[in-house]
């Protein structure tokens, strides 16, 4: 279980996030709504460590990540595939799982072997090199490299973006699977419609707080949330 | 003709020298993402160590570029954990890192003059012996330099291949905030390239004195836009194609040299610098943006 | 004492000059000159050889031109060569947005430059320079004493600065200004000004590499001589030092930093110990201005005299002297994402 509170955080000392609070349970899929600009990448970048927080913390169940570098949060059971640079392009298909494994030694080849059973389509490529890949298999491989270390909590940061609604669909499959495997998933959805309906909860951020909570079902139709975004 | 051919082989020998030195400048530049103006005096520092353990103490040319690799690989983890760290945890701005670099190449050029005086120190070649090979005729020296380069370069190449920790520089020159988000203790990695960009200079400066037959304070610095010029024209931290731009611009300059003013070897490289960033300016580095 | 107060004044304002050029790079639009001084050496280059005409001075030295045109032209015509130069530079090198490439780019310039100069005799007159550079009123002064001359000269120089500082602060203050400033803080948002980032770019290094021309231009005439060895980058330094100790981005930063880094180490060379040999004086310069530089970056990087900044993020925007200062899209994420 992820839990964030009272988080404050932005760049340069000006605050973007101000007093934020989620939870995400195990095995649940929670969406993050909001228009461009409300802060939305800003919260995943700040749980992930790449940006410091100004005030507030983050726990992974027990355990305070408040002040840990990235590379430790994601030994402490946090996996996050951003919105833009998903993959190490120079790197072969993989390279980037390995990468994704990078403190498993002799489990390594095993564990891919168990990540690829969620993403089949990756397992002819391997060999390839990541920059081959077409925009819904980046995504699946930055899902899977991120999966690699058996995180606790997923942070996917618009993973449908610029697909397909059939690649987009085949993605929110994924997602669900990776909930059903007992990871916690956050994510972040332009689609509000679509986001409503694939996920179970929602959080509505707008100008960097936290403005409605609740299971997407009952935030579904609600014109305040749906009617924040224009187009 | 036979001119011809044997500047190219002379080319050889001066890519050989370059390409050490891009090598490491660059891969050091692709993963922590800004330039390090002050590789010169890296270099500069290697090629006095060779000095002192090979001409004055008579050591093996090998024991010389062995002490040079330790040192400038110390100095170089030393000054990232010192000068640049500090830097990096705050604010990181690129236009302050460079000039903080800048700064360090003043600074160390400067200490080298007041240790070591200006004085010329002239390097015992190692060997003087003729071999011809094809129609050009080399020193066993310059056959040396050549043979280290690729070495050197071989052995980087295998390391970024084959090895966790060359696998996790080159995801770090892809993205550094991805390589952290993916678990990858980049501090460590940082350090490991500094070190190894480090012991590049070290190489790189007993090569360039055995070149040249002498050191001096600004040995290295002389040589460090034929670095940066093999660096931008194969494409940062890329080796490969520092190397490939290594033997290019090697050749470009032994070439003209024989037939122009060899004071303009300098500004022929400088030319070519212009004509890349002119003909070339997006497709010689990736199209990520910056994340310095 | 006199002569020597003199002296060290119409060099700060010289170096005034060279220091608010810089900040107009690296200050206002954060473009990197590391070659600064190459265009100082351009301006001096220009400003000799069109103002020598053909006068031998009773030795033979070679240069182009030997033009003869009245004062002040050949010293405008120095800062216009240094900034064409600097312009042509410009374009090649910053069309993409990395930095380093200029610094590059300046800093091979720089060293070409001074190995093609002190090998060239026919052009140059190699590595020993110009000398017999005509003083400005040498003719109406010629009987003037060395401290009346000098008189004289600091009151060019200190007009010239003051020019420049006024045209600076017009700058800082115009539309084009406050677009340098907005590309150096944030390329997303200075693209809602309307105007490619670029542009601000290459006007601050036009602007600044006249200035570096213009300063060049005053220092040949006040030394009568330059040579291919005043062109070591440790003098690019002096002025960089100047720039950062001053306040990065402050005009008047430029010219505290000037002054107090000239005279610190006019001074501070000059009451050693007798006892440490002479040519150990020049390379301890050298340290002791990278190391202040270190320092100041690190510990004070905002200098002496920090510039008063304008807001650009956020929400809150605070345009105190920029009213119509356009305001930024409210995002944050669009910034960085």
Redesign the interface.
Known sequence: MLIGRGITSGYRGEPVLRDVAITVPDGVTVAILGPNGAGKSTLFKTLIGLLPLQGGSVHVDELDISQMPPYRRVRAGLGYVPQLGRIFPSLSVRENLEMGGFTLTKELTDRIDTVLELFPDLRVAMKQSASNLSGGQQTMLGMARALMLQPKIMLLDEPTAGLSPLYAAKVWESIRNIANAGIGVLTIEQNVTFALEQSDQAYVLVNGQNTSHGRSSDLKGRSDVEGLFVG | MHILIQSIGYGLVTASVIAIGAVGLSLQFGVTN??N?AYGEFLTLGAYIGYFVSTQAHFNVFVGIVAAMAVTGLLAVLLDQV?FE??IRG?PN???L???T??????L???Y??VF??DFRRYAAPSNTQYSVGDINFTGSQLLIIAIAITAIGALQILLKYT?LG??M??M???A???????????LVTRAVWLISGMFAGIGGVVLAINVYNVQPTLGN?Y??LF??AV?MGGIGKPWGALISAVVLGIVIEVSGAYI?A??K??L??LI??LV??LR??GL??S???TV | MLFYLIEIVTLIAINVIFALGLNIQFGYVGVLNVGYIAFVAIGAYITAVTSLGNTENGFTQLYILHWNVPWPLPVLFGGLAAAAVGLLLATVTLRNLRADYLAIATLSLAQVLYTIVANNDSLFNGAQGLAGVPRPFDAQLADASQEVYGLVFLIIAVIFAAILFLATRQLQRSPLGRFMRAVREDEVVAESFGRRPLVARLAALGIGCFFAGIGGGLLIEYQTAFGSQAWFPLETFIIFAAVIVGGTGNNLGAVVGAAIVLVGINESTRFLPASIPSELVGPGRGVLIGVLLILFLRFRPQGLLPETRVRLYGRRIETPDNPELPTPPQTADATTS
């Open positions: 800004f330039v103006f000068v500090p830097f604010r690129l236009v302050v460079l000039i903080v800048v700064a360090l190449s003043l600074i050029q400067n200490l003059q007041i005086t200006t966790k696998k996790a080159r995801a020159s892809d993205s905030d991805l390589a952290q988000a993916s678990g990858i203790n980049t501090r002389s460090l836009f940066f010029a931008i003013n004071a303009y300098g500004g490289a400088f610098l212009i960033l002119l300016p997006r580095f990736s990520r943006r910056r």
